[in-house]
T-cell receptor
Framework: QQQVKQSPQSLIVQKGGISIINCAYENTAFDYFPWYQQFPGKGPALLIAIRPDVSEKKEGRFTISFNKSAKQFSLHIMDSQPGDSATYFCAASRVNQFYFGTGTSLTVIP | GAVVSQHPSWVICKSGTSVKIECRSLDFQATTMFWYRQFPKQSLMLMATSNEGSKATYEQGVEKDKFLINHASLTLSTLTVTSAHPEDSSFYIC?????????FGPGTRLTVT
């Protein structure tokens, strides 16, 4: 059973546009929701994370929106740049367990 | 801070040989480390959770006798792929937990010929 569902699988955005990636979870016991960015041939890197007591968190061009009642959270990348082209994974965590989404391949066209 | 290294970054070995991959947390101590396997264009697949000083906990379907994990210190965990076969070829990634977060290594590309 997929603990975290992520969409879309791939996304193409024009430079300067907004990239939006969505994730949904079922287990209300999850209490930590990170997003990771992965470039080809590299390990994932923590991008931004949120806890369920906050509805939004912003760090630079990256924003997480969190909807606890809907059990959904999303990553918004403002002013998308070609250097943002990568695969993005959402995750949901409780205690020592992390459950990853299936990933979104983002391509930002110049 | 929170840097995790892996060595080697890539390795090619012959079928039937064993390969050891090291994972080190460089600037923090990690009581828990994780080992993942990733196939092309797919998500991370957790293989095992490694706790310092105790036996690793393997995920269902992962052969513990084939993928030996040792977490001998608070900064080092190793994964040994024993009697490697071509189907073991993959990208192996470790991570180390610090507080609420896990920090990933750069990955090791294993190719078994």
């Amino acid at each position: 059973q997929q603990q975290v569902k992520q969409s879309p699988q791939s996304l193409i955005v024009q430079k300067g546009g907004i990239s939006i990636i969505n994730c949904a979870y079922e287990n209300t016991a999850f209490d930590y929701f990170p997003w990771y960015q992965q470039f080809p041939g590299k390990g994932p890197a923590l991008l931004i994370a949120i806890r369920p007591d906050v509805s939004e968190k912003k760090e630079g061009r990256f924003t997480i929106s969190f909807n606890k009642s809907a059990k959904q959270f999303s990553l918004h990348i403002m002013d998308s740049q070609p250097g943002d082209s990568a695969t993005y994974f959402c995750a949901a965590s409780r205690v020592n367990q992390f459950y990853f989404g299936t990933g979104t391949s983002l391509t930002v066209i110049p | 801070g929170a840097v995790v290294s892996q060595h080697p970054s890539w390795v090619i070995c012959k079928s039937g040989t064993s390969v050891k991959i090291e994972c080190r947390s460089l600037d923090f101590q990690a009581t828990t480390m994780f080992w993942y396997r990733q196939f092309p264009k797919q998500s991370l697949m957790l293989m095992a959770t490694s706790n310092e000083g105790s036996k690793a906990t393997y995920e269902q379907g992962v052969e513990k006798d084939k993928f030996l994990i040792n977490h001998a210190s608070l900064t080092l965990s190793t994964l040994t792929v024993t009697s490697a076969h071509p189907e073991d070829s993959s990208f192996y990634i470790c991570s180390a937990r610090r507080e609420r977060e896990q920090y990933f290594g750069p990955g090791t590309r294993l190719t078994v010929t």
